[in-house]
């Protein structure tokens, strides 16, 4: 069965502190996608990134990371010095089989951030 | 581009009613999925459709159910709503079904 783990429910730093939020997942599939997006107060859920399965190259935006090790099943997320407007509740998905098809996603339960001034 | 949009954003309803939300994906997905948030379970799938079939179905009762028009806009029916219907609805689109997905602001469903 595919699973998401997120085994941080919360966390609170100060702002300009880095943060890093883990993301374990389990499938038998050989091809799949890994995602995060965040969901601030609005609720709207924001895309932040995909990786495919073949890819475990680590990817920066800005002050937003990415550490992909299939060897762990781990897809961890590093925020570098974090700011008020981080606060959000950040997801985990991955993609639900049926060959690499993205239309079916199994998400983590989140892990809310709190960035304080 | 106008992204994801969804109708109603707010619905009260009462237990045993039914309910049908509307979802219009960015100009040019042509595949839609549905997923509910609640406190409790999280954010589960619902439904994907893509060209106006339905692609993969969540682990939810025939109580709900969906359709996508040719037009690729969407909607979802909830029939004989209980109370822990209550919840957050997404709509997602993508251009194909291998896309990443774009959600919608999602309708807040209130079931008494």
């Known amino acids: 069965a595919q699973k998401v783990t997120q085994a941080q429910t919360e966390i609170s730093v100060v702002e300009k502190e880095d943060v890093t939020l883990d993301c374990v997942y389990e499938?038998?599939?050989?091809?799949?996608?890994l995602f995060w997006y965040k969901q601030p107060p609005s609720g709207e859920l924001v895309f932040l990134i995909r990786?495919?399965?073949?890819?475990?190259q680590n990817e920066i935006s800005g002050r937003y990371s990415w550490n992909f090790q299939k060897s762990t099943s781990s897809f961890n997320f590093t925020i570098t010095a974090s700011q008020v407007v981080d606060s959000a509740v950040y997801f985990c998905a991955l993609s639900g089989g049926n060959g690499g098809s993205q239309g079916n996603l199994i998400f983590g339960k989140g892990t809310k951030l709190s960035v304080k001034p | 581009k106008a992204g994801v949009t969804q109708t109603p954003r707010y619905l009260i309803k009462t237990r045993g009613q039914q309910v049908t939300l509307s979802c219009s994906p960015i100009s040019g997905h042509r595949s839609v999925s549905w997923y509910q948030q609640t406190p409790g379970q999280g954010l589960q799938f619902l439904f994907e459709y893509f060209s106006e079939t339905q692609r993969n179905k969540g682990n939810f009762p025939g109580r709900f159910s969906g359709r996508q028009f040719s037009n690729s806009r969407s909607e979802m029916n909830v029939s004989t709503l209980e109370l822990g219907d209550s919840a957050l609805y997404l709509c997602?689109?993508?251009?194909?079904?291998?896309?990443?997905?774009?959600f919608g602001p999602g309708t807040r469903l209130t079931v008494t």
């Open positions: 997602a689109s993508s251009l194909d079904r291998w896309d990443e997905q774009y």
């Open positions: 990786r495919n399965s073949f890819d475990e």
């Open positions: 499938t038998r599939d050989t091809t799949y996608y």
